[in-house]
């Protein structure tokens, strides 16, 4: 079974403050893909990053860091120096192996408001 | 590249209705997906489309269907429309739908039943 918990529901800063958003998996799978998606406003899925079970390595992007951690199935995203434009819900999913085809476990989301 | 669109934006039915639901993916791309977005549920899995085949499926009712043209278009239909079926839709496409493969979203359809 596949699941992905995003316990935090909503989370509120001031804009420049540091936020980190917190997902913790659960797969049987060796193989296996976390991703994390952005969903502003407007509806849409935005996609932010895709990290593999095999890859530990912590990735930065900008203001954007991510920390994989197997030991503790956790795949925590963090904003530096947050914007109000940061401001919108984010998923966390997992994809599984192959009898999972096409399909996406998402956890509930964190709605991040940055206030100005 | 054009990213995946989806068509209409909007729509309103009534209870016992059917509606359907068109999704075009970013060229190139083989595989759709289809999820519904509910404040209760959150994102569920509908169902995965490959070369013109359902090649994986959620938990829904028999009411929700789809099918994928030859150009990897892909529809959603719902039939006997309740009002719990209000909700944003929401189509991906990917490359094969392989593990190994980013999906991509569309903007989503807002349907609203009364």
């Known amino acids: 079974a596949q699941k992905v918990t995003q316990a935090q529901t909503e989370i509120s800063v001031v804009e420049k403050e540091d936020v980190t958003l917190d997902c913790v998996y659960e797969?049987?799978?060796?193989?296996?893909?976390l991703f994390w998606y952005k969903q502003p406003p407007s509806g849409e899925l935005v996609f932010l990053i895709r990290r593999n079970s095999f890859d530990e390595q912590n990735e930065i992007s900008g203001r954007y860091s991510w920390n994989f951690q197997k030991s503790t199935s956790s795949f925590n995203f963090t904003i530096t120096a947050s914007q109000v434009v940061d401001s919108a819900v984010y998923f966390c999913a997992l994809r599984g192996g192959g009898s999972t085809l096409g399909r996406l476990y998402f956890g509930r989301g964190t709605q991040l408001t940055v206030w100005p | 590249k054009a990213g995946v669109t989806q068509t209409p934006r909007y729509l309103i039915k009534t209870r016992g209705q059917q509606v359907t639901l068109s999704c075009s993916p970013i060229s190139g791309h083989r595989s759709v997906s289809w999820y519904q977005q509910t404040p209760g549920q959150g994102l569920q899995f509908l169902f995965e489309?490959?070369?013109?085949?359902?090649?994986n499926k959620g938990n829904f009712p028999g009411r929700f269907s789809g099918r994928q043209f030859s150009n990897s278009r892909s529809e959603m239909n719902v039939s006997t429309l309740e009002l719990g079926d209000s909700a944003l839709y929401l189509c991906?496409?990917?490359?094969?739908?392989?593990?190994?493969?980013?999906?991509?979203f569309g903007p989503g359809t807002r349907l609203t039943v009364l």
């Open positions: 489309y490959f070369s013109e085949t359902q090649r």
């Open positions: 991906a496409s990917s490359f094969s739908g392989s593990e190994t493969d980013t999906q991509y």
């Open positions: 797969t049987r799978d060796t193989t296996y893909y």
